[in-house]
């Protein structure tokens, strides 16, 4: 029945079509979740840097004199945004583990619903010609 319909109304369908302008109201409805994706992406990006850094700075905490341990310690409370305690240098390690978690998981929700919401794929022409045929076949 639809190889029958389609058939009848191929050259309306394929007339009607407009490929340019539907790629274009397209990124338009995307542009909000790409941009928000963006900055999950940037969030994770800098969760993992501060976790980075936090490892060095254990590091430094566990091999290096009281002034250097004092001088990582004052540049990751800077980067962190947070109060962290000179005495339990260990959780820092632990914490901005947890922040690099949380930021991954935002990024890959972002992500996913990016790729949920885009239908760039289906704009081709001759989409539906293709499923007539699949359908004809078989």
Known sequence: EFCA???ANASVLE???DAAGLSAEAAVLLKPLND????ARFQAAAA???HEFAKEVFEIWQNSGVFARRRALRELRERAGF???SHRIGNYVA???DLQNEAAARFAKAQ???YKADVAYKIRP???AGIAESLGRK
């Not at 928000?36 to 900055?39: L, P």
């Open 48 to 50: 993992a840097s501060l």
């Open 95 to 97: 914490k901005t583990f």
């Open 36 to 39: 928000a994706c963006n900055e």
């Open 15 to 17: 007339s009607a079509y």
């Open 112 to 114: 996913q619903a990016v």
């Open 5 to 7: 319909v389609f058939k």
């Open 126 to 128: 001759g989409i539906y």
């Open 83 to 85: 109060r962290l305690e």
